[in-house]
């Protein structure tokens, strides 16, 4: 349990990590808070193992290579990590870990096509027309590829079931802090204030369970996320349009329909 643990800790500092290179270095955007920076760096990790995939399998070495190659990344750009990024790392993982934890509940869908079509991706580089031997590879989606890309030697095999709790975690608390800004009277109160009132009172009733999750509680609650950052975009600013761009290209990828 304490080897799984710190695999939760270790794939979330990845993940914040990622999204830190990117918007500092890449988009030269220093505005984002630390959830905004973890779920970015996720949304870029699942867009990596997608591109890697069409010319590698995602097996142990490639993926534990690449984890190595962005954490040098990192050290060499000499981002700094700071208190704030430890406290939500803690919090995030605390969250993934009770998650995972409570999890006691048979899921058919992950073992009819969700665990098959992650060995695929860990065993070979993309199959076109994968959906012939089976219909249900036909309904996977990009968060397939992001548990796949986790299994490396830091988090083991239990690495794949990290991802889908980190993103949840992740939104979870992006609408929370959301509500506390104003709780706190940081920020004055608005539509996004509204939504994501809203949002927090449908995910507690209808999505709390990890066990029901799947491929569906991520699209739901990514689409969610999506609404809220264009309601927040005040600018048509080059840099908003690109993260709106990305944002809806994973939204898409995540089974929307």
Do not use: W
């Amino acid at each position: 349990m304490s080897f799984f643990f710190i695999s939760i800790v270790l794939t979330n500092f990845f993940y914040l990590v990622l999204g830190k290179i990117i918007v500092i270095k890449f988009l030269k955007n220093n505005s984002k808070n630390i959830v905004e920076y973890a779920i970015l760096g996720l949304i870029a990790a699942s867009f990596i193992a997608l591109i890697i995939n069409f010319f590698l399998p995602l097996n142990i070495l490639v993926n534990s290579i690449t984890y190595l190659l962005v954490i040098l990344i990192f050290l060499f750009q000499k981002i700094k990590i700071t208190k704030q990024d430890f406290s939500f790392i803690t919090l995030t993982s605390s969250i993934c870990f009770l998650l995972i934890l409570f999890d006691t509940e048979y899921k058919p869908d992950a073992g009819l096509y969700h665990f098959p079509y992650i060995q695929i991706l860990n065993e070979s580089k993309i199959i076109i027309g994968l959906s012939n031997l089976h219909s249900r590879f036909g309904h996977i989606s990009i968060i397939q590829y992001l548990a796949a890309f986790n299994y490396n030697v830091f988090t083991g095999l239990n690495g794949i079931l990290i991802p889908l709790a980190s993103l949840i975690s992740f939104i979870y608390i992006y609408f929370f802090y959301d509500i506390f800004k104003y709780l706190k009277k940081r920020e004055y109160f608005s539509l996004g204030k509204v939504f994501s009132l809203v949002v927090l009172i449908y995910l507690s009733y209808k999505i709390n369970r990890y066990s029901e999750f799947g491929n569906d509680a991520p699209a739901h609650l990514f689409s969610f996320y999506l609404i809220s950052t264009f309601i927040y975009t005040q600018s048509n600013s080059l840099k908003n349009i690109r993260l709106i761009y990305i944002y809806s290209v994973f939204a898409f990828l995540n089974k929307v329909f």
